[in-house]
């Protein structure tokens, strides 16, 4: 009797100890996957920026173009 109440202790613990240690990696992969979704927004934010302010100089560039263009004749 005491040999089978050990054993289902030992086998209870193991069980609690896999669920603990399974709870902890999920919880890592949950962070991972926000760190990865932050790092992408971040860097479609970033390029977004790029893009605005390369398509916002092309347009000063396109303004001031036929002004250089007139005073030239």
């Not at 999920?26 to 970033?46: G, I």
């Amino acid at each position: 009797m005491a040999t089978q109440d050990s054993t289902a202790r030992g086998q209870a613990e193991t069980r609690a100890a896999r669920a603990q240690m399974q709870a902890e990696m999920a919880a890592q992969a949950w962070a991972d996957l926000a760190s990865a979704e932050r790092n992408r927004d971040d860097n479609t934010a970033r390029l977004k920026a790029l893009r605005l302010a390369r398509e916002a100089e092309a347009v000063a560039v396109a303004k001031a173009a036929p002004k250089a263009r007139a005073k030239k004749r």
